[in-house]
């Protein structure tokens, strides 16, 4: 199997429908995909190994742990246990992700492959070979993406994708709007 995929130039589609069917099993047996959230999570546990105060066990709170900080303590201290608690299924999910996409970068790197893929063609061809720029500009757009996604209560898998799937009118207007803005500004950003 793994020879298979090896060196293997996974196209949109048969990516997609494998997405698809990743999420769709996802839904149906454990629960709707989303990921932004962790992010939240993971500072509350950085933050909670120096401020101990940050997160408390409450048997009067509904899920049995409480914070100071409003946004921890939403539904009942949910963000809360979950920063007390981080070994569940979402914090899993997102270092699996992280598994997962170095997997696929290594399935579909190949040694003697003179292609660069850590920068594609149309970024070089706008925006020249600097690795550091590059970098930094993937930095500041998935902070921006993660910005816009605690804004708007989830991200794109939660909303998009999974929301989608439940037929949720926030998952579509979403997408709507996502797509409103990344359309135009990819045309302004990747005029050649």
């Not at 999420?23 to 500072?43: H, M, N, R, Y």
């Not at 963000?79 to 996409?101: D, H, R």
């Not at 720029?133 to 209560?153: D, E």
Request: include cysteine.
């Amino acid at each position: 199997m793994i020879g298979f995929l090896r060196n293997r130039e996974w196209n949109w589609l048969s990516s997609g429908i494998l997405l698809g069917l990743v999420f769709f099993v996802t839904v149906a047996v454990v629960k709707p995909i989303g990921v932004s959230t962790q992010f939240v999570i993971l500072d509350g546990i950085v933050w909670n190994s120096i401020s101990k105060d940050l997160v408390v066990k409450d048997e009067k709170a509904k899920k049995g742990y409480s914070s100071p900080n409003t946004y921890l303590n939403k539904s009942g201290g949910k963000y809360a246990k979950n920063i007390a608690n981080p070994v569940n299924y979402s914090f899993i999910f997102v270092i699996a992700m992280f598994m997962g996409g170095f997997l696929a970068y290594r399935l579909q790197s190949s040694p003697d492959s003179k292609e660069d893929r850590s920068m594609p063609k149309v970024w070089r061809d706008n925006f020249g070979s600097s690795s550091t720029k590059r970098y930094l500009f993937v930095f500041l757009g998935g902070f921006l993406v993660l910005v816009g996604a605690r804004l708007a209560g989830g991200c794109s898998s939660g909303h998009m994708m999974s929301g989608m799937m439940q037929t949720s009118v926030s998952g579509y207007m979403f997408a709507i709007v996502t797509f409103l803005v990344a359309v135009p500004t990819a045309r302004i950003l990747y005029k050649r």
